[in-house]
């Protein structure tokens, strides 16, 4: 049974800091892994899809990484901001639509 | 990618009675599915909505407890039935584009589900 963990739980920065959130999944038997974003009550947005067979993706300020080997994806957050503050997911697709989804990490950027 | 639109978006219920939520895709999609928040935890999933057939159940989650219909390729709906505290989570309508084994999840805003 896949297994996704999130470090840390939560994290507090201040304005302008790079930040590195964590995603570890137990089998890398993985099609795919997505990155979103969930603000307080509400649906989750897409940040980034890696697909198996890729190492990374970039979008603005965002770089994600994917280890399949190891199990290990990171997602890079530069020059952050108070508006990026929200709960970050790491999902990952492992066979015919299962996905599983992590505990995400809640991230709080301070002006 | 896909826009979906949920409703309600939020609701307050009482204890034993029902509620279903709506989920309007802006295009055919395939795939859909219902995942369930409980407050502070990640997703669950409850169901794959399958068009013009019977939803596929995760374990744990029963058609009596949630119904769900799926009449076309653009349309849900998720019932939560006799509804007890246990029930409040958020619920959220998602979607796979695509004809690939894997591909990109998009959600809707999710409905915010309080029973009292």
């Known amino acids: 049974k896949q297994e996704v963990t999130q470090i840390p739980a939560a994290l507090s920065v201040p304005e302008g800091e790079n930040l590195v959130l964590n995603c570890s999944f137990t089998?890398?038997?993985?099609?795919?892994l997505q990155w979103f974003r969930q603000d307080p009550g509400k649906g989750l947005t897409s940040l980034l899809l890696?697909?198996?067979?890729?190492r990374e993706q970039t979008s603005g300020r965002l770089n994600a990484s994917l280890d399949k080997s190891s199990g290990r994806s990171t997602l890079y957050i530069a020059a952050s901001q108070p508006g990026d503050s929200a709960t970050y997911l790491c999902a990952v697709a492992g066979g015919y639509q299962k996905v599983t989804f992590g505990t995400g990490t809640k991230l709080q950027v301070i002006p | 990618s896909a826009v979906i639109s949920q409703k309600p978006s939020r609701d307050i219920c009482q204890r034993g009675t029902s509620l279903t939520i709506q989920c309007q895709v802006d295009s055919q999609v395939t795939m859909m599915f219902w995942y369930r928040q409980q407050p502070g935890q990640s997703l669950t999933l409850i169901a794959t909505?399958?068009?013009?057939?019977?939803?596929?159940?995760e374990s744990g989650f029963v058609i009596d407890k949630f119904p769900i219909s799926r009449p076309n390729l653009t349309f849900s709906t998720l019932t939560v039935s006799n509804m007890s505290p246990e029930d409040s989570s958020i619920y959220l309508c998602?979607?796979?584009?695509?004809?690939?084994?894997?591909?990109?999840?998009?959600f809707g805003e999710g409905s915010r589900l309080t029973v009292l």
């Open positions: 890696i697909q198996s067979s890729q």
């Open positions: 089998d890398s038997a993985i099609y795919n």
């Open positions: 909505a399958n068009q013009g057939s019977e939803a596929t159940y």
């Open positions: 998602s979607v796979l584009p695509g004809t690939g084994i894997a591909g990109e999840l998009f």
